[in-house]
């Protein structure tokens, strides 16, 4: 019987805890259309979210696509189509890797950030002195980042795509001896528009995951220190979890 | 005026305010005392319209917060200023900043004529030359000294303290006090206040209201609540650990 109820309480937690996260995207996005427009505010929030993400997505891109092109290498060398190197890392990049890894790299530098901040806003009472001051918080702090974090996470994965593709072409081409004009004209071949355009319809939604998540948690955090960092954890591995669950969704959709 | 009447507040089944009557006279400092628990910051945040009622009335100049909602709220709410425990500044914002906010954001006046009011806020705090310091570069004294500015800026109608010397040193206290007179001679809004020092509580107000048990047991002026007859007010007013108030 005790199980049961256990079960029954963490469901209802649950569903509570979904419930007002959609009531605060459904703030967010009423706030959004509604004016004053605080550009200043988003393009602050870009410069935070996009250019100082900008080294670690280089780095974790160039890898990526090392690695691919390494693995790749061997694998297709055994089907003597070494060739289809190029197509594999594009394809690879522009539909998976480039926004699942983006929007993780992402979640780790600036959506965990964005939670210790707002957490420490709450703890400390600032989001209460806005409230007073009859200045929305949601507008004033939620808003520019959420808008922020969809606008710069499609840019950061198309660096992140192209990047990739040339740590790719370092590797087979430069390393391995595949003819760089069989590199580049496979992928020519193989991506289509519909490839990059599902790419940017997933970093898109994960833009807005992420930024979701992560300011949903700041802004509801528990008490004290404590709440902060729980509040941080709880932000990276949710926003984690459904980035991945979201793309599996979205590519069954998309393909 | 600010009238409460019957309010009503439980958290995760605990109720914490059992039903609230208090009544907050237009130009009086009111002071709200109770032992730590007693629901004394509950009440505080219900008053300013962060928190909303299980049920009762919070009835500002006529309006009842409890049951306003979006622009109606933040038009009772603009009358408001609040002074945080804590200071509760900005702290990506420099002083300067901090105080300029609400001007800037909610009246919309160029950069000369915020910059005049702030300087002269800032001069009147005793904060003059100080707004390019942030609030982790200043004391504690001073934070509250720019709490106490950013919400003047504004001229409210009602003034709220939470706990404004807890944690400052005797000079400092008395320098807030003396601030916050100069600051009521100059312009008469309603104080209220939530605070533990009985001193502070005894000096500065003109109303003390004591919360015992998420009620308000006793509301009377500083010189009358202490020849209380009540055996709570008597126990919490001479800081006696024996009486009807519990510790724990």
């Given at each position: 019987?005790?199980?049961?109820?256990?079960?029954?309480?963490?469901t209802?937690?649950?569903?509570?805890?979904?419930?007002?996260?959609?009531?605060?995207?459904?703030?967010?996005?009423?706030?959004?259309v509604?004016?004053?427009?605080?550009?200043?505010?988003?393009?602050?929030?870009?410069?935070?979210?996009?250019?100082?993400s900008?080294?670690?997505?280089?780095?974790?891109?160039?890898?990526?696509?090392?690695?691919?092109?390494?693995?790749?290498?061997?694998?297709?060398?055994?089907?003597g189509?070494?060739?289809?190197?190029?197509?594999?890392?594009?394809?690879?990049?522009?539909?998976?890797?480039?926004p699942?890894?983006?929007?993780?790299m992402?979640?780790?530098?600036?959506?965990?950030?964005?939670?210790?901040?707002?957490?420490?806003?709450?703890?400390?009472?600032?989001?209460?002195?806005?409230?007073?001051?009859?200045?929305?918080?949601?507008?004033?702090?939620v808003?520019?980042?959420?808008?922020?974090?969809?606008?710069?996470?499609?840019?950061?994965?198309?660096?992140?795509?192209?990047?990739?593709?040339y740590?790719?072409?370092?590797?087979?081409?430069?390393?391995?001896?595949?003819?760089?004009?069989?590199?580049?004209?496979?992928?020519?071949?193989?991506?289509?528009?519909?490839?990059?355009?599902?790419?940017?319809?997933?970093?898109?939604?994960?833009?807005?995951?992420?930024?979701?998540?992560?300011?949903?948690?700041?802004?509801?955090?528990?008490?004290?220190?404590?709440?902060?960092?729980?509040?941080?954890?709880?932000?990276?591995?949710?926003?984690?979890?459904?980035?991945?669950?979201?793309d599996?969704?979205?590519?069954?959709?998309?393909? | 005026m600010?009238?409460?009447?019957?309010?009503?507040?439980?958290?995760?089944?605990?109720?914490?305010?059992?039903?609230?009557?208090?009544?907050?006279?237009?130009?009086?400092?009111?002071?709200?005392?109770?032992?730590?628990?007693?629901?004394?910051?509950?009440?505080?945040?219900?008053?300013?319209?962060?928190?909303?009622?299980?049920?009762?009335?919070?009835?500002v100049?006529?309006?009842d917060?409890?049951?306003?909602?979006?622009?109606?709220?933040?038009?009772?709410?603009?009358?408001?200023?609040?002074?945080?425990?804590?200071?509760?500044?900005?702290?990506?914002?420099?002083?300067?900043?901090?105080?300029?906010?609400?001007?800037?954001?909610?009246?919309?006046?160029?950069?000369?004529?915020?910059?005049?009011?702030?300087?002269?806020?800032l001069?009147?705090?005793?904060?003059?030359?100080?707004?390019?310091?942030?609030?982790?570069?200043?004391?504690?004294?001073?934070?509250k000294?720019?709490?106490?500015?950013?919400?003047?800026?504004?001229?409210?109608?009602?003034?709220?303290?939470?706990?404004?010397?807890?944690?400052?040193?005797?000079?400092?206290?008395?320098?807030?006090?003396?601030?916050?007179?100069?600051?009521?001679?100059?312009?008469?809004?309603?104080?209220?206040?939530?605070s533990?020092?009985?001193?502070?509580?005894?000096?500065?107000?003109?109303?003390?209201?004591?919360?015992?048990?998420?009620?308000?047991?006793?509301?009377?002026p500083?010189?009358?609540?202490?020849k209380?007859?009540?055996?709570?007010?008597?126990?919490?007013?001479?800081?006696?650990?024996?009486?009807?108030?519990?510790?724990y």
């Amino acid at each position: 019987m005790g199980f049961f109820i256990f079960i029954g309480k963490r469901t209802i937690f649950y569903l509570r805890e979904m419930g007002r996260m959609f009531l605060f995207l459904f703030r967010f996005i009423l706030s959004a259309v509604q004016p004053p427009y605080k550009i200043v505010r988003v393009v602050n929030e870009m410069h935070f979210i996009g250019v100082k993400s900008l080294f670690i997505i280089v780095l974790t891109s160039g890898f990526t696509g090392m690695v691919l092109g390494l693995q790749g290498y061997h694998t297709l060398r055994k089907f003597g189509s070494e060739s289809a190197l190029g197509s594999l890392v594009a394809l690879s990049l522009i539909r998976e890797l480039g926004p699942v890894l983006g929007a993780l790299m992402v979640t780790a530098r600036a959506g965990s950030a964005m939670t210790a901040e707002l957490g420490i806003m709450r703890i400390s009472e600032q989001i209460d002195a806005l409230d007073v001051m009859t200045l929305d918080p949601i507008k004033f702090l939620v808003e520019p980042k959420m808008l922020a974090g969809i606008i710069v996470l499609p840019l950061l994965v198309a660096i992140f795509d192209v990047i990739g593709i040339y740590g790719g072409y370092l590797v087979g081409v430069k390393l391995l001896g595949i003819n760089a004009a069989r590199y580049f004209d496979g992928m020519k071949e193989s991506v289509e528009w519909r490839d990059i355009w599902s790419g940017a319809v997933k970093s898109l939604a994960f833009g807005l995951i992420v930024t979701w998540v992560s300011c949903y948690k700041g802004y509801n955090c528990g008490h004290g220190a404590k709440g902060v960092s729980d509040a941080t954890t709880e932000a990276v591995v949710l926003s984690a979890i459904l980035v991945l669950m979201w793309d599996y969704f979205l590519t069954s959709i998309l393909h | 005026m600010i009238k409460v009447s019957n309010l009503r507040k439980s958290f995760e089944g605990v109720e914490v305010l059992r039903g609230v009557d208090l009544e907050i006279p237009t130009g009086k400092t009111t002071a709200i005392i109770g032992k730590s628990g007693a629901g004394k910051t509950v009440l505080f945040k219900h008053l300013v319209g962060l928190m909303r009622p299980d049920s009762g009335s919070i009835v500002v100049d006529g309006a009842d917060i409890a049951a306003l909602k979006g622009r109606a709220l933040n038009n009772v709410k603009r009358k408001f200023g609040m002074v945080f425990q804590g200071g509760a500044l900005f702290d990506s914002l420099t002083v300067f900043e901090n105080v300029a906010l609400p001007l800037k954001e909610l009246m919309r006046l160029s950069g000369g004529e915020t910059a005049s009011k702030v300087n002269a806020m800032l001069r009147e705090v005793g904060l003059p030359g100080m707004g390019d310091k942030y609030p982790d570069e200043i004391s504690g004294g001073m934070k509250k000294r720019v709490a106490l500015a950013r919400a003047l800026v504004m001229s409210p109608e009602y003034l709220f303290f939470d706990e404004p010397t807890t944690g400052l040193d005797p000079i400092v206290e008395t320098a807030i006090h003396a601030l916050m007179k100069r600051c009521k001679s100059l312009s008469p809004a309603t104080y209220v206040l939530v605070s533990h020092d009985i001193r502070e509580v005894l000096e500065m107000s003109d109303l003390v209201a004591m919360l015992h048990e998420g009620a308000v047991i006793e509301c009377s002026p500083p010189g009358e609540i202490v020849k209380s007859s009540n055996p709570a007010v008597r126990q919490f007013l001479s800081g006696s650990a024996e009486g009807p108030i519990q510790m724990y």
